[in-house]
């Protein structure tokens, strides 16, 4: 049976293998190691020792970065983004953060499409930002405001 656990330093072989396999242009192994710490949400989907896919968010006084987010390519389509996405949400929630921002590729729409289907918003695109097979391509900005009662006052 699968659950979302904070995996650690010492998954990161496993964490990264779903890294390589879901993106052109990888993170290295390098900066994925450096995220973990007090400011770090470095949650997977597991089941025993077989991880599925994972989140790496940042977060400073109540806004959120979801810096990444992956799951294998072999388990795709089958809820785990959305799983990892309402556990993101979760932990937001315990630490009192009020919006959650991302960047996610323009040509990547199923992303897009289980962000805006999970409460983000576009807000803003950084034009050749990533890099692509043929120069660059343009990151979509989103954020999602996780109590609006909070930001109100």
């Not at 390098?30 to 599925?52: A, H, M, Q, S």
């Not at 949400?89 to 959650?100: C, D, G, W």
């Not at 590729?105 to 034009?127: C, K, M, P, T």
Request: hydrophobic share 45%.
């Amino acid at each position: 049976m699968s659950s979302i656990q904070s995996f650690s330093i010492d998954h990161i072989n496993q964490i990264y293998a779903i890294e390589l396999a879901c993106n052109p242009f990888p993170w290295s192994q390098k900066i994925l190691e450096g995220c973990f710490g007090p400011r770090y949400l470095t949650r997977g989907v597991t089941d025993g020792n077989l991880w599925f896919g994972f989140y790496v968010a940042d977060y400073v006084i109540d806004e959120m970065t979801l810096m990444e987010i992956a799951v294998h390519p072999d388990w795709q389509r089958i809820g785990y983004g959305a799983a990892l996405l309402e556990d993101l949400f979760a932990q937001a929630e315990q630490l009192n953060i009020n919006q959650v921002f991302l960047e996610v590729r323009a040509s990547n729409i199923a992303a897009q499409l289980l962000y805006i289907n999970h409460g983000f918003e576009q807000i803003d695109r950084r034009v050749g930002y990533y890099p692509a097979a043929t120069g660059h391509e343009d990151a979509i900005i989103m954020r999602k405001t996780m109590n609006e009662l909070v930001l109100a006052k």
